[in-house]
């Protein structure tokens, strides 16, 4: 039991965090256990599209083949996973109504993979493995989903760039996902883990920016001010 309290916690703790920052139009709590939900149904997802890839093997002394590895095998495949479920089922429920909504309900799916995940790592691996992921991979994939939640809030509202915004949600997360990854692989180059402990302060720093910019431009602000980009604040 005490195993399993630690594999939640860390999930669990974010979802709320990110439903307490929803401040002007929370989404209803059945909406939001349905997005962790679909989150653990994509980790089965991931699992049957990878499960092909498995006859190509990685050689682990190659950097550019843990770099296929990290990008398109792991990160790909994953962020594509729960993206599915965004866009296409929660992208159009009636409840996304503003564009924050797009965080809460990306960080929820999320929540839900990283928590199965961790559970699944917590078990095998024990409490230690546990209490490392709480405080990197869990936030990890939490600074994920909030770029690509980011987004697809951008995409859902704007006419003239839907396609250009949802693009960018799927590459955002995949990028800091394969990035964060591929320095982790890299086990035969001494410190190199420190690139993916930057990409996850990086990461976390434009989720941030992004959380601020999404509540600012709710239309339940009355008025509500002007919108910015991510990469201009």
């Known amino acids: 039991m005490l195993l399993l309290a630690l594999a939640l916690a860390p999930g669990v703790a974010i979802a709320l965090y990110i439903y307490l920052k929803d401040k002007h139009e929370r989404e209803p709590l059945g909406l939001l256990l349905m997005s962790f939900f679909y989150g653990v149904l994509s980790i089965f997802v991931t699992l049957l599209v990878s499960w092909p890839l498995e006859i190509l093997t990685i050689n682990k002394q190659d950097a550019a083949e843990l770099f296929a590895d990290a990008f398109f095998k792991v990160a ?5 996973s729960k993206f599915i479920f965004i866009r296409f089922i929660l992208f159009r ?9 797009g965080i809460v309900y990306a960080v929820m799916v999320g929540m839900g993979f990283a928590t199965l ?14 209490i490392m992921r709480m405080f990197t991979a ?3 994939h939490a600074c994920f989903a909030i770029l690509m939640g980011y987004y697809l809030g951008r995409a859902k509202f704007s006419k003239e ?15 800091f996902h394969g990035l964060y990854d591929y320095f982790l692989f890299i086990t035969f180059v001494p410190g190199i883990w420190i690139g993916a402990a930057m990409s996850l302060i990086v990461a976390i720093i434009l989720s941030r920016k992004a959380i601020k910019i ?8 009355n008025p509500p001010p002007d919108r910015s980009d991510l990469t201009k604040q």
């Open 76 to 80: 790909l495949v994953e962020e594509f």
């Open 93 to 101: 429920n009636k409840n996304f109504n503003e564009p924050f909504d």
């Open 138 to 140: 869990v936030p990890a």
């Open 214 to 221: 999404h509540q600012a431009a709710s239309p339940f602000i």
């Open 161 to 175: 760039k839907n396609l250009y915004f949802t693009l960018l949600a799927l590459i955002s997360a995949t990028v």
């Open 117 to 130: 995940e961790n559970i699944v790592y917590v078990y095998q691996y024990g409490m230690a493995t546990g």
